[in-house]
């Protein structure tokens, strides 16, 4: 599977979770853990493009596929991404527990709609918990994150 | 919350997918996983083996036929939603799949899954069976039809053999007024109970052992819904009535 | 001072490497680490029978399966964190149980394996035989005893407590109107979205034990295993790394796993972690809220409260592991911003065969805050007043202060508030709800609250200037997303004249700083901040005392600014802080920075040794702030909501929040912490309970069922400060973690009983809930 545009071995182990395989084996800990059943969104990555959660995908299920994790966002000791500018200026995360988690849904958000709508910013959200921030300087975020993006 | 050790099969093509369901004790169809893998996590489910068809080739199709929309195993929820065939179609299942938890997880859930795993809370079998829709179940020995009516069995049980796939569900195109309506507690959570509107039938979810459909005029006749944490067996039958209300109003 | 930051809406400096995935969480550390999983009872209630664990010793993988057995410490109950006289039947648990459990997901064994999916595997093979006992759930069925959860406790009453103000028999005697209520608070969940971590790493070569543990204070954590483990503290290092939320629960004397990881990874000689999965957080970490209160109060025709009692039952659960804070603080914060002249309070603790309870933002004050606010809106209705109004006439006016509540707060002193002006709280928040918004079933809500913060005993801070001219700063509370490293740098680049960018703070990590308390209580702001402001001082007081020297002039007539000490008025003559740090140590072994800078001056311009009596090498010092009492912020929350008279779905149409914490270091952070803790308190109001079944068992251990709002359940909060400097402590700064969750429960309790004309005397509702009391 390519991580990041890098080809990595396959997974040994088939019960190895995605989440596990790129937090343990492959040293990507930028993606979290919070539930391990698909409810909380701290582990969403990018398959293929879009939004998964990768603590609900087998890591062998991911071979032959391209999986994009928070890591892969901006280039080391480059300029943050929009995504994360935004996160970063609208203070659209506390703990950062959940932060990458956001980042890819909402990236995988304004692949599919480059100009959301209120009610799109809303449901493309929805799917992550967050405990620090009542969601509101996310949604802020989300919003400054469109701005960005179109500069 | 690890998976406990199963035996992994990945086939490439469908004969090899049934042959293994056919051979095989104690195994499951992994398809998209969105509510096997946290069964698997939790230790709730602890099959021998898992039969992974994600790489089953040419099983992904959305497409019309008979005047109605055909869905494969492998189509995934959010394809269906953003398929103009289905909005074209059967709007109905546009709106229902939309209602399916949240986009992520329908990137990568299945609505042959949903079909398949028969969760009496979900939205898609009560759709399949208020339109009268059917499944094609695949095995070694070829295909069966399985009309809606005949297809869920019991709770999380349908009338698929061990040895089936199902390969495809079809659903006949939405008639005249449509509508779902549903009651769930936070967005995206199961429904406390919910009503789907094919023209003049109505099919409800959340409120017995297996989608049932109800009589518009007298929905909650006979209905004996089970209570949880969320709604007692009054409050489903309450809501049995305002949501088919609001389907009818529609 | 030319640069000021202090109250500037300065930016987090924690953002980029979390942004980036580069934070550095518990779990993230590896180390070529074996991991571990304990097995939990499934009873809430049993005696052990027997235990089998050779299945498990013999899967490939395992190292090893401890048992209480296996334990030189397994016979030990663990500590209580905070022991009161009044708990005068304190228990705790011990590591391992292997007689009695007592609740469902108390530990039994702990295995240790080359994987976690191993150590589950092995966890599965244990054999458990168990002789289930007599279950005892809900405060009334333990107060009504008729089964034990600790055989030696009678009447399963932990600790009984009573306080009384003035003469409530015979003010309730004479009050011209008297109410009877009662009301209910259910059991509720922090659940940080990173569930707790342990990973430790025993040199033997150096004797030194290293822990990370996602805890809300390390420093308990090494005083604790250094006793346990026979090591000098500084031989034993905890470090809280990046923590993902913390909210009370993380911070335990101990949980089981913050000794079995550091004990196996001693015996083993190899490192060791442990990471909770959700499921075993749903059991094994503290809970908060189950509480049941008896009220009667007086009042006038006016709506004068003359008196209140209030009797309550607290679930402390199985144990009393954290001692009885949360019972005091409700005891304590029920009177909240009102005048209660006349005040008794009692409590009981009381036993039950569920998880153990300990501070969950907010602690104690939600139900504290909820029992105030509903009783006068049930006296607002008897005498048909306006809430807004009945509040005005109770409220203690701005120049009572400070006030003195007579009754005792949990630092064993008495409640006294500093400072505060709670009516112009109240107007200010109707101004911004505005007028009600048209629609059938609309309800307004109002809740007032204080909130005690700040509690000592103290904290401390490290700060030195480097020879680069940079600042490093150390406390030893760690952070939980409350942006630690920003505020504490604006309070330090204040002092020492410097960018904010040019201080980096370290927060919970003992290697840096070896003393302290915790971050809870809506305190770090308060003791460490001061902490900070005081040492920062100590350093630049150091810097002028040396420039002066150098310069020849009065320190006092020194001043700080742009990263250099200079004479006032006289901006080219100073000296740069990166100098002065090479001059404070007069052997300098430097290079590069301030070095060649320094050349210039004397290494001595005064008699006697370099090192003078009472004086350090370098430009640095380590300071203490220990506050003299709490600090007592408040605010009024307002809201607008319609519930759906079919569905009784909850919509809230409008929230706004006045707030006063003193003065705000950062609004962004102060921001952040109101809009979480209000999110929080709209999942504690309508979503979230923990439901235990008469068995023990919680039915909602998961995400699926136990109803964390997202973001279509949160409606956006305005928010807006008012500031009453606390008077107690150099910043003038009160605590901000807890308040936005404490009166959420009351204002949403409010407005549902005018939108559904039914009476909310319970929390959490749910449409189930609504349901039910609109059939009645």
């Known amino acids: 599977m390519k991580v990041n545009g890098i080809s990595h071995a396959a997974p040994s182990d088939p019960r190895r979770l995605l989440s596990d395989h790129l937090r343990h084996d492959l040293g990507l800990t930028g993606t979290h853990v919070g539930c391990e059943h698909g409810v909380c969104g701290c582990c969403t990555v990018l398959l293929d493009g879009a939004p998964v959660r990768s603590c609900l995908m087998l890591a062998v299920q991911a071979e032959g596929h391209d999986v994009s994790t928070v890591e892969g966002l901006a280039a080391a000791g480059g300029p943050l991404h929009p995504v994360q500018q935004a996160f970063h200026e609208c203070q659209g995360l506390q703990c950062g527990f959940c932060t990458p988690g956001f980042l890819m849904s909402v990236v995988g958000l304004l692949a599919q709609h480059p100009n959301p709508t209120p009610q799109q910013i809303e449901e493309g959200i929805a799917g992550n918990l967050c405990r620090c921030t009542g969601y509101g300087s996310i949604r802020r975020a989300v919003h400054r994150a469109v701005e960005l993006s179109r500069e | 919350m690890k998976p406990p050790p199963f035996e992994y099969h990945a086939p490439t093509t469908v004969e090899e997918a049934c042959e293994l369901l056919g051979s095989l004790e104690d195994a499951k169809v992994l398809a998209g996983g969105q509510s096997l893998i946290p069964l698997l996590n939790f230790r709730l489910a602890r099959p021998a083996h898992l039969v992974d068809i994600n790489r089953l080739r040419g099983l992904d199709a959305i497409y019309e036929r008979d005047g109605g929309v055909a869905v494969q195993a492998l189509a995934r929820q959010a394809a269906v939603e953003d398929s103009e065939v289905v909005a074209r179609v059967c709007p109905l299942l546009t709106a229902a799949v939309r209602l399916v938890a949240h986009r992520v997880i329908r990137n990568r859930g299945t609505v042959c899954g949903s079909l398949a795993h028969a969760d009496s809370a979900s939205e898609l079998p009560a759709v399949l069976l208020a339109l009268g829709g059917h499944v094609i179940a695949r095995s070694t020995r070829g295909d069966r039809v399985i009309p809606v009516g005949e297809l869920f069995t019991g709770v999380f049980e349908t009338a698929l053999a061990p040895n089936e796939l199902l390969a495809e569900a079809w659903f006949p195109a939405s008639p005249g007024p449509f509508g779902i309506c549903e009651e769930s507690r936070r967005h995206g959570d199961f429904a406390l109970a919910g009503a789907v509107r094919a023209a003049g039938m109505l099919a409800l979810f959340g409120v017995a052992p297996t989608p049932v459909l109800a009589d518009p005029l007298d929905p909650t006749r006979g209905l004996q819904p089970s209570g949880d944490l969320e709604a007692t067996p009054e409050f489903r039958l309450h809501l049995v009535r305002e949501m088919t209300e609001k389907v009818f109003a529609a | ?404 509540l007579g009754v005792v707060w949990q630092d064993g002193n008495t409640v006294v508030y500093d400072s505060g002006n709670y009516p112009a709280l109240l107007e200010k928040a109707l101004t911004m709800l505005g007028p009600r918004p048209g629609g059938d079933h609309v309800g307004m809500g109002l809740g007032v609250y204080v909130e005690g913060t700040g509690v000592g005993p103290y904290e401390g801070a490290h700060v030195q200037v480097l020879v680069s001219g940079k600042v490093v700063a150390a406390t030893g509370i760690p952070s939980q997303g409350q942006a630690h490293a920003t505020v504490f740098a604006q309070v330090v680049a204040d002092e020492l004249g410097l960018d904010v960018a040019d201080v980096k703070v370290t927060g919970g990590d003992t290697r840096r700083f070896p003393w302290g308390v915790g971050t809870f209580a809506s305190r770090g702001a308060v003791t460490a901040g001061n902490a900070m402001a005081v040492t920062a001082r100590m350093v630049a007081d150091k810097a002028k005392l040396i420039a002066g020297e150098q310069l020849e002039v009065d320190p006092a007539d020194l001043e700080l600014v742009g990263g250099s000490v200079r004479v006032k008025g006289s901006p080219d003559r100073g000296i740069t802080l990166a100098a002065l740090s090479v001059l404070a140590n007069p052997v300098r072994y430097a290079f590069g920075g301030g070095t060649e800078a320094a050349s210039q001056f004397a290494s001595k311009r005064r008699p006697g040794p370099p090192l003078q009596e009472g004086e350090q090498p370098g430009l640095e010092a380590t300071g203490y702030y220990s506050p003299p009492g709490s600090t007592w912020a408040s605010g009024c929350h307002a809201a607008y909501v319609r519930v759906d008279p079919k569905t009784f779905r909850l919509e809230v149409l409008k929230y706004v929040v006045v707030h006063d914490c003193g003065r705000v270091i950062n609004p962004l952070v102060v921001e952040g912490q109101i809009e979480g803790g209000v999110a929080q308190g709209i999942g504690g109001a309508f979503y979230e309970r923990l439901a235990f079944d008469a068995e023990g068992q919680l039915r909602n251990a998961s995400f699926m069922e136990y109803l964390i709002p997202y973001a279509t359940e949160v409606p956006e909060i305005e928010i807006h400060h008012i500031e009453t400097p606390s008077p107690l402590n150099p910043l003038g700064v009160k605590g901000a973690g807890e308040a936005g969750v404490i009166p959420v429960g009351a204002v949403i309790g409010s407005a549902i009983e005018e939108a559904l004309g039914v009476p909310i005397t319970e929390m959490p509702l749910s449409p189930l809930k609504l349901f039910e009391l609109s059939r009645r």
């Open chain 3, 1 to 404: 001072m030319t640069t000021k930051w202090f109250g500037e809406r300065v930016q987090r400096v924690e953002d980029d490497r979390l942004l980036r995935g580069n934070g550095r969480f518990t779990d993230d550390i590896d180390d070529g680490a074996l991991e571990s999983c304990l097995v939990r009872s499934p009873y809430a209630h049993a005696r052990i029978t027997s235990v089998d664990v050779s299945a498990a010793r013999a899967l490939p993988g395992v190292v090893a399966v401890y048992l209480a057995s296996d334990l030189p410490f397994g016979d030990r109950d663990l500590p209580i964190l905070i022991p009161h006289p009044s708990l005068t039947h304190g228990r705790t648990q011990r590591c391992l149980a292997s007689d009695l459990v007592r609740y469902a997901g108390e530990a039994v064994a702990f295995v240790v394996a080359e994987s976690r999916h191993v150590a589950e595997d092995a966890a599965d093979l244990v054999q458990v035989e168990y002789e289930p006992l007599p279950v005892v759930i809900t405060p009334e069925v333990g107060a009504a005893a008729t089964d034990l959860v600790h055989e030696d406790v009678p009447g399963n009453i932990a600790a009984e407590m009573l306080q009384e103000v003035g003469d409530v028999g015979a003010a309730l005697a004479r009050a011209p109107h008297r109410q009877s209520l009662r009301f209910r608070f259910e059991r509720g969940a922090a659940c940080p979205m990173e569930g707790r971590a342990v990973w430790a790493r025993w040199s033997e070569s150096e004797g030194k034990l290293t822990v990370y543990d996602s805890t809300q204070s390390p420093t308990s954590i090494r005083g604790g295993l250094s006793v346990l483990f026979g090591l000098p503290e500084s031989n034993v290092e905890v470090i809280a790394p990046d923590v993902g939320g913390g909210f009370g629960p993380k911070i335990m004397l101990f949980y089981p796993d913050e000794v079995l990881v550091p004990f196996a990874a001693m015996q083993l000689g190899r490192p060791v972690k442990w990471t909770e999965d959700r499921q075993e957080h749903f059991t094994a970490v503290n809970q908060e809220r189950g509480q049941l209160h008896e009220v009667e109060v007086g009042f006038d025709d006016e709506g004068r409260v003359l008196a209140l009692s209030v009797d309550f039952l607290h679930d402390t659960g199985a144990y009393t592991p954290y001692g009885l804070i949360l019972p005091i603080i409700t005891a304590a914060q029920v009177p909240g911003p009102y005048r209660v002249s006349n005040y008794r309070v009692r409590f009981r603790a009381v036993y039950t065969n569920a998880t153990p309870t300990s501070p969950y933002r907010g602690a104690g004050r939600p139900h504290a805050c909820f029992v105030m606010e509903r009783t006068l809106d049930s006296i607002a209705k008897e005498l048909k007043l306006d809430r807004a109004e009945i509040r005005r006439r109770n409220f203690i006016q701005p120049d009572q202060f400070p006030y003195n």
